[in-house]
């Protein structure tokens, strides 16, 4: 039996996708387990603790953000198995992140409806890049926020091609599961209408987006958004009190857009993936950026229904990207999104260099490349495993340092000195020091002094270097441990219970 | 008032004399320091058991013919294959602590080791951190043995290892902030034809970093 040539490319891009996602789990995995909890991580980790172990959930307007990720995980570990204590292991913890980012692997592999070239490469290059690998074992809401975000993105174009009801109400529920996940969904739901007008030559006349507007459609639309909204921050119609402050968090958080002690420059997000030396490490992505580069011209200038797709894509992520750009708060989380499209881009140009090339010569290099560009990605991702939370690491942003972990450490030592007994700990400064609250949160002798001249000199006291009271030298020893960059925490042990501990070593 | 001036330079000259005799002829160890550099934005470090930034070098009397026996030497390490710079990097010269002049050695507690390749009577030990960033560098633990593999006769000269996380003892000596002018160790003229130095991670990241040792001595 001989196969024809279009069934044993079918068959190799369904094996080559189980590859990728296989390969894209397991570094996401190994990454995990490199990289110590960022603070904003031990955030959300502890409010996913606290509605495993007491089933209360509620939601803060000032600071955190919406309920899924936390519900999500809290399904999806009971369905594993995995229990409030369980979530000390970064892994299980960043379950859900890993098992989004999967599916965002398969989204890719199969959004186009077709065996794709450009989207077999854009999932390789995602499966193994540095930016997608650590932000999809990240334990935050970006990696479960870009699923959803481009889940209503085909939504949206199927719709415009379709205005009808039941794509109204999968759009009115998606947008709400949006918002419930993290309250920047109004700059996406901006990239995606703009996104999908730009792909229609009369999308932005008004007499056209009117036709795809009619009131049946958009009135279904509405419903099942306000429907879903409602059902995701009432907890599941549980708690109406949370419905206010969903609302009143758009006004934090328009304020904290201008900046709040993240402002970065215009270029800030380019930055992250341009090639950069760092005290000896080379980073960045150049050849990645350039085909990007050359494929968001290519798209553009061209048209086509079979490119149609990935034109879509990629103008989303580039919309988004410039929408963030202006922004002047800036995490470097937020492009993970516009990720997706970069390596779409990318793969666009690959794939036109492989397969719309009749000569054999040119294909073979433009494979070449396609392996190289691979290769240094790859190489780029075991770089940032080996400095997984190291300042010199341009994906991370004000991350926890390794060193913490020994702080992490003394405390679970003088802890076991007296197994019988917890250790009165006091924590000074006005941050908690996370995510020690985090790795704390079993113990409940722990207190938390925002003012430090207050402090009472417990078993242990923890603060911000240089700001603990120096009464403390006549009772307690002191040490110091890394939080982040340029953050020193002192720690002081009371001298019984260091002595105590010197025994031991 | 002549047997006046001539009793003065006479006691003069005996306490000269006397000074003299008593450091046997030793002058003052100078060491030569690269340009401060540093980057980002200085921390304020306040902390008791940290050695003064301010704190003045010691002052370590050598005889005549002590030079840095370590110039060009071979280094050895237990990271045998570093990521950044190579061992030769530690005993080069160089001093600067930007890219290119500094060996980074992997996570948790790795040594270098300096073979002066023949016994010597070592009095200080220069030792050069990354230091264009203020940062404190962990279980810093210097020793001297004419074994190459420090299992016996090993003399310790240094060690800020305060809680014996390292496994040589609890070490004594301070903290320090690396600066441009590195740390001197004063080696109390320890015997030895190796010098190797510990160091567990730093307060900005777990590696190691090591730009620059010098071993003041003069060969037995």
């Known amino acids: 039996m001989t196969l024809n040539p279009k069934t044993l490319f079918r068959i190799l891009y369904i094996v080559a996708g189980i590859g990728v996602v296989w390969f894209g789990i397991s570094l996401r995995i190994q990454n995990s387990e490199a990289r110590i909890l960022h603070s904003d991580e031990a955030v959300q980790a502890y409010q996913l603790w606290e509605l495993m172990e007491t089933g209360h959930y509620q939601y803060d307007p000032e600071d955190k953000h919406g309920p899924t990720l936390y519900y999500l995980s809290k399904i999806l570990n009971n369905a594993v198995g995995i229990s409030g204590d369980d979530l000390s292991d970064r892994t299980n913890l960043r379950l859900l992140p890993i098992l989004a980012s999967a599916l965002l692997l398969l989204l890719i592999l199969v959004g186009n409806g077709k065996f794709d070239l450009t989207f077999l490469i854009a999932a390789a290059l995602f499966a193994i890049s540095p930016f997608p690998v650590i932000y999809g074992a990240y334990y935050v809401q970006e990696a479960l926020f870009v699923l959803i975000s481009f889940v209503l993105l085909y939504a949206g174009a199927w719709y415009w091609r379709f205005p009808e009801v039941p794509q109204a109400i999968l759009c009115g529920l998606l947008t709400a599961a949006l918002f419930a996940t993290k309250e920047t969904a109004i700059i996406h739901i901006a990239a995606i209408g703009l996104a999908i007008l730009a792909m229609n030559e009369s999308g932005f006349r008004l007499s056209e987006i009117k036709k795809r507007l009619p009131r049946t459609p958009v009135a279904a639309c509405f419903g099942s958004f306000v429907l879903g909204w409602i059902f995701f921050y009432s907890s599941g119609f549980t708690n109406f009190s949370q419905l206010t402050d969903s609302v009143l968090a758009f006004v934090n958080y328009a304020e904290r857009s201008q900046g709040a002690g993240h402002d970065k420059p215009l270029f800030y997000y380019l930055s992250i993936f341009w090639p950069r030396t760092a005290e000896g490490i080379q980073w960045g992505e150049a050849p990645i950026l350039v085909f990007a580069f050359l494929g968001l011209v290519l798209l553009a200038m061209t048209s086509g229904k079979r490119s149609d797709r990935a034109r879509l894509v990629v103008y989303y992520g580039a919309i988004a990207f410039a929408l963030y750009s202006i922004i002047p708060y800036k995490t470097p989380w937020l492009m993970l999104a516009s990720y997706v499209s970069l390596t779409v881009a990318a793969g666009y140009v690959l794939k036109t260099l492989i397969v719309d090339q009749s000569n054999s010569w040119i294909r073979i290099v433009a494979i070449g490349v396609v392996l190289f560009t691979l290769g240094d990605q790859y190489q780029s991702t075991q770089l940032a495993e080996r400095y997984a939370a190291d300042t010199r690491n341009p994906y991370l942003y004000q991350h926890t340092t390794g060193q913490f972990a020994k702080l992490v450490e003394r405390i679970e030592d003088l802890e076991a000195l007296d197994p019988d007994t917890q250790l009165s700990i006091a924590v000074g400064g006005e941050d908690n020091a996370w995510p020690l609250p985090w790795h704390l949160r079993n113990n409940e002798t722990v207190g938390y002094w925002a003012d430090t001249n207050s402090i009472p000199a417990l078993d242990l006291v923890i603060g911000p270097a240089g700001s603990l009271p120096l009464s403390l030298k006549e009772t307690h020893t002191p040490e110091y441990h890394g939080l982040r960059e340029n953050v020193l925490l002192e720690c002081w042990i009371r001298k019984e219970l260091w002595e105590a501990f010197m025994q031991t070593r | ?220």
């Open chain 2, 1 to 220: 008032m002549t047997k006046k001036i001539i009793s003065i330079i006479a006691v003069a000259a005996f306490a000269v004399s006397a000074f003299a005799a008593h450091h046997g002829g030793k002058k003052a160890l100078e060491i030569e320091f690269p340009p401060p550099f540093l980057i980002g934005t200085p921390v304020q470090v306040n902390l008791p058991h940290l050695e003064d930034p301010g704190t003045p070098r010691p002052t370590i009397m050598v005889p005549e013919g002590v030079s840095n026996l370590a110039s060009g030497k071979e280094v050895t390490s237990s990271d045998d294959f570093p990521i950044i710079g190579g061992l030769d990097y530690v005993t080069d010269g160089d001093k600067e602590s930007e890219e290119g002049y500094f060996v980074e050695l992997a996570p948790g507690t790795q040594w270098i080791q300096i073979d002066l390749e023949n016994s010597a009577t070592i009095y200080g030990v220069a030792i050069w951190h990354f230091h264009t960033q203020k940062r404190a560098y962990h279980d810093v633990i210097v020793q001297i043995s004419d074994d190459d593999s420090f299992e016996s006769g090993v003399t310790t000269v240094f060690n800020n290892d305060h809680d014996n996380s390292s496994g040589f003892g609890q070490g004594t000596d301070k903290a320090y902030l690396e600066t441009n002018e590195g740390k001197l160790v004063d080696a109390k003229e320890s015997k030895g034809r190796y010098v190797r130095i510990y160091g567990a991670g730093n307060t900005s990241n777990e590696m190691n970093h090591f730009v620059e040792v010098e071993v003041f001595g003069k060969a037995n």
